[in-house]
C-alpha cells in the first residue's frame, strides 16, 4: 500500500520548536530523495527541505539554520526538527518524494501554528 502519514504538528508560540516525522511506505522511501513541503493558506505548496537516499540535504532559503531534516532507512521514516518557529512558518506541513510524482499520493499533512 502506498502511504505517507504525517504527526508532529501542533501550536507553538514564536521561537518555539517541533519535530515532525512522517512514515512512508517502502515503495516511495527506499532509494529516493525525501523531502518536506508546506502549504500556508492562501498560497501554493513549496518544498522547504530534502534529503538524498544518500544523506545530503538541501534547504530552502526560509528556513536555512532553523529546520533539520533527517532520515532513519530502517524504519522509512523522514523527521524534520523545526527550530525558532515564526508566524510566518504556519502552514500544514507534508513529506513526500521529491519530485512528488514519483509518489503519486500525498498524505493528510501535519497542521503546523505558530503564534505571535
Known amino acids: 500500500q502506498v502511504q505517507l502519514v504525517e504527526s508532529g504538528g501542533g501550536l507553538v508560540q514564536a521561537g518555539g520548536s517541533l519535530r515532525l516525522s512522517c512514515a512512508a511506505s517502502?515503495?516511495?522511501?527506499?532509494?529516493?530523495?525525501m523531502g518536506w513541503y508546506r502549504q500556508a493558506p492562501g498560497k501554493q505548496r513549496e518544498l522547504v527541505a530534502f534529503i538524498h537516499s544518500g544523506g545530503s540535504t538541501n534547504y530552502a532559503d526560509s528556513v536555512k539554520g532553523r529546520f533539520t531534516i533527517s532520515r532513519d532507512n530502517a524504519e522509512n521514516t523522514v523527521y524534520l526538527q523545526v527550530n525558532s518557529l515564526k508566524p510566518e512558518d504556519t502552514a500544514v506541513y507534508y513529506c513526500n518524494a521529491v519530485p512528488f510524482r514519483v509518489s503519486g499520493v500525498w498524505g493528510q499533512g501535519t497542521q503546523v501554528t505558530v503564534s505571535s
Open positions: 517502502g515503495s516511495i522511501f527506499k532509494g529516493n530523495a
